[in-house]
């Protein structure tokens, strides 16, 4: 078998990569290791400057208008016009990314595995094992998610990476919080964002700075400190890539978190992803394309990643730097959008 584009990976990354390409009359092909589309450890929050604009309005679990930025010093409520945030189930957005590309003209093949990456073919394996196929390719594009197998293929490590822990309960909660306690959360966060009859509750935080096995224990003490008994609950964890170093390899391309492209500083991936599998597209398609969006979002990574640097160096300093950040939004001298990805 042969692919002009060959996707590794069928996230946000991969699909919107798999969708610009099969609008442009070249049939890419996605192989997807899970047997369906869209199921992944997050937290499902997507931002008004990023992504809410640019899906489906039905697509929205629900929007907040209205943000809760908590520090043991200080409760902050931010309020804005339009909403600052949305959350989405990822099952859904899966299904209707996929179908967009695939109505585009794209393949998706689901229960397939990429095993080994070759010079100029690779070999995936079906589920049960017992099935091989090589498959070569003009153009390789990795979106194979933070444990990509593509990016070690290039050579590159990954040492600048997040852990998030996710609780998804029952429940039907109005209000969005983000809470910044580097007693229970280090140099990172702990979240509720409430979906439609779920609520997403959890914790980001930087690997090296603290153990997984230690955010889950802040998180777990600070939940029940909060009213939420999660000690019955099943945690889900994932490692988030922000380990950037590029994006083009000749042949070989990242996207998303294979490329290092979520945020150091809030672990939001969703977007950069969509925008470089997007921006990766063009590039294929056009290999003088000089891409702007690409420039940019590189630009505000940087920013995020300077910024973890800064509240990374110590915890006397992180707690000043989170008083700071809630009391700079207080006031509007920071704005929320600087938070986010969105270019
Ligand atoms: C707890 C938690 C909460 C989060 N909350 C948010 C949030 O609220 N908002 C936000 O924007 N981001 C959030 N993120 C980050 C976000 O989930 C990721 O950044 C985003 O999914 C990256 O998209 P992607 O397409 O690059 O990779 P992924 O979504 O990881 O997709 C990669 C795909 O590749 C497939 N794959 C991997 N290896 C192979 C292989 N060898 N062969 C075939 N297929 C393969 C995987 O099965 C997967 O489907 C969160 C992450 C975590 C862990």
Known sequence: MHAHTLIVGAGPGGLACARILAEHGLKPLVIERKESIGAKVCAGGITWGGLISRVPAGLAEKTFPVQHIITPLQRVRIEEPTPIIATVNRIKLGRHMALQATEAGAEIMTGWQVKQIHEQKLVIEQKDGRHQQDITFDHLVGADGSSSLVRRHIGLTSTRVGIGINYQISGDLADMEWHLNNRYFGNGYGWIFPHGETVSI????????????????????????????????????????????????????????????????????????????????????????????????????????????????????????????????????????KLEMAV
């Open 202 to 337: 959890g914790a980001y935080a930087i690997k090296g700075t603290m153990s997984a096995k230690l955010l889950k224990k802040g998180l777990l003490t600070w939940a029940e400190r909060s009213g939420f008994s999660l000690a019955q609950e099943q945690a889900r964890a994932e490692y988030i890539n922000f380990d950037y170093q590029g994006w083009r390899y000749g042949r070989i391309f990242l996207v998303g978190d294979a490329a290092g492209l979520a945020s150091g500083l809030t672990g939001e991936g969703i977007y950069p992803a969509i925008l470089s599998g997007e921006e990766v597209a063009r590039t294929i398609i056009e290999p003088d394309y000089k891409s702007v969006v690409m420039e940019k979002l590189i630009h505000k990574h940087r920013l995020h990643s300077r910024m973890v640097r800064v509240t990374s160096l110590n915890s006397a300093f992180n707690c000043l730097a989170g008083e700071g950040v809630a009391l700079g939004l207080r006031c509007g001298v920071i704005k929320f959008n």
